[in-house]
């Protein structure tokens, strides 16, 4: 099974900051199960030509696993319009 229910994905939570404070991602590892939030640059972001080779990675802070989880479009405009760092693994265009 892929653990993708009852986890929550990445939320934004820049909204939670009136000024101009970097973008945090709430993000959980669904290896020690522990919740964290992480800052842009802590996130890597990988888009291939297909979903499958489309994710988001990230290391857990608490047992330093390292997290990779699929991307959809939503996630994918979260995280570049909150400065990700963007690894574009095929060019389409
Ligand atoms: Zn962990």
Redesign the pocket.
């Known amino acids: 099974m892929t653990g993708v229910a009852g986890f929550t994905d990445i939320a934004e939570m820049s909204s939670m900051a009136s000024t101009v404070a970097p973008v945090v991602f709430r993000a959980g590892?669904?290896?020690?199960?522990?919740r964290f939030e992480l800052a842009a640059s802590a996130i890597r972001l990988a888009i291939g030509a297909s979903r499958r080779t489309t994710f988001y990675s990230f290391t857990?802070?608490?047992?330093?696993?390292s997290?990779r989880k699929p991307a959809g479009e939503r996630i994918i405009e979260l995280l570049t319009g909150g400065g990700v760092r963007t690894l574009r693994l095929h060019q389409t265009v």
């Open positions: 590892c669904p290896d020690c199960r522990a857990c802070p608490e047992c330093e696993t997290v």
